[in-house]
């Protein structure tokens, strides 16, 4: 060996950038940027049909013109959705419906499923038991439509 010879280290080289990303990165990414569309959507999809069964629950009731009228669409709205979710209840008789009504939908007060028993039948109806009525039907419908 020459005695003169300076013999150096390794050099390494030098790190890598944090930029660009790898591919796995990139891959992470747009999944989770799917991932996030994805969920949004479905939220803006939810929402909307929310909306839908309000405008239709308070379009429909405000359509009939006397009070007794209301109290019959609205006993219908409840039946249409409660066939949805439980089809057995399209074949129940009136008091069967109250009874099922009376056991399901604990939203409804007592004075309220009276008036959904005969308040259709009634020349006369309180327009204040129907506003009643009305609020309480509205928010069991509500809950009714969303577990489908």
Sequence with gaps: MAAGLVLR???????????????????????????????LWWR???RRR???VQALF?????????AAAQVAVISELLRRAARQRQPHT???GEAEWIGFL???ASGLGP????????????????????EQLRGEARAVFLAWSRQR
């Design 102 to 104: 009376q056991k399901s």
């Design 58 to 66: 308070d379009d429909t009731v405000a359509a009939a013109p006397t």
């Design 9 to 39: 280290d390794i050099h390494q080289p030098p790190a890598p950038g944090w930029w660009p990303p790898a591919p796995g990165w990139w891959l992470l990414a747009a999944v989770l940027l799917a991932l996030v569309i994805a969920v």
């Design 90 to 92: 399209a074949t129940l």
């Design 111 to 130: 004075a309220s499923l009276e008036l959904l028993r005969d308040g259709g039948y009634r020349r006369e109806v309180d327009t204040g038991a129907v």
């Design 50 to 52: 929310r909306l839908q």
């Design 44 to 46: 803006r999809r939810a």
